[in-house]
Structures are given as structure tokens and as C-alpha cells.
């Protein structure tokens, strides 16, 4: 089972971008999703969740610029995320609470991405 985050990149503030993350392989269900951001020299903060009936959960500092949505169908989260600042520079991780298959067994579980970075220019 792994989680492939894509759609980081280079934009201006005001900007706009739209992060992916697919989870693929021996799933069973997906529970939680979410995004989660690290700047440099920072620890990993909670950007955004989201729960498997669509429930969501923001940080104040994105709550009205950001938007987190799933299709369940594709294991798939994203983040809109709009009027972006230099402050929300930072690798952005996807994260994934499910019950998979792992080694033979029905397992429960918190998966992350490898990372996608955001980088917002002045």
C-alpha cells in the first residue's frame, strides 16, 4: 500500500494550487485523510482532514483559502489551496488512516506520502 502525493510546485503569493494524493494497493477502507505541512526548521503541522462521510477539519491559519475534498471511489484526497502566502511554504504530506492488507494480515493503520513541495514566492 502506498500514497502518491503530486501537484507541489512554484507560485506566486495570491496564487493558487491544487495538491493530489492517491492511495493504491490492497485497501479495504479508508478512513481519515489528511494534509499535513513541514517548513524548514518547523515541525510537521495538521493542515487539513478529512473523514470518510465528507466531515472536515481545518487549521486556522488556511481556514477560508483552503479546501480539502476526497472521491472515495479513487482512494484520492486533495487540497485546493488559493490565495496563497510565503508562509505556507513547506513540504506538504498526505496522510491516510486504513485498514489494508500488510504482510498476510488485516491491518489498521496511519499511512503517509512521500512529500510534494510548495514553494510561495513574494
Known amino acids: 500500500v502506498q500514497l502518491q502525493a503530486s501537484g507541489g510546485g512554484l507560485v506566486q503569493a495570491g496564487g493558487s494550487l491544487r495538491l493530489s494524493c492517491a492511495a493504491s494497493?490492497?485497501?479495504?477502507?479508508?478512513?481519515?485523510m489528511g494534509w499535513y505541512r513541514q517548513a524548514p526548521g518547523k515541525q510537521r503541522e495538521l493542515v487539513a482532514t478529512i473523514s470518510s462521510i465528507g466531515t472536515t477539519n481545518y487549521a486556522t491559519s488556511v481556514k477560508g483559502r483552503f479546501t480539502i475534498s476526497r472521491d472515495n471511489a479513487k482512494n484520492t484526497v486533495y487540497l485546493q489551496m488559493n490565495s496563497l502566502k510565503p508562509e505556507d511554504t513547506a513540504v506538504y504530506y498526505c496522510?491516510?488512516?486504513?485498514?489494508?492488507?500488510?504482510?498476510?494480515?488485516?491491518?489498521?493503520?496511519?499511512?503517509w506520502g512521500q512529500g510534494t513541495l510548495v514553494t510561495v514566492s513574494s
Open positions: 496522510n491516510a488512516e486504513m485498514w489494508y492488507l500488510g504482510e498476510g494480515l488485516r491491518r489498521y493503520g496511519a499511512l
Open positions: 494497493g490492497s485497501i479495504f477502507s479508508i478512513n481519515y
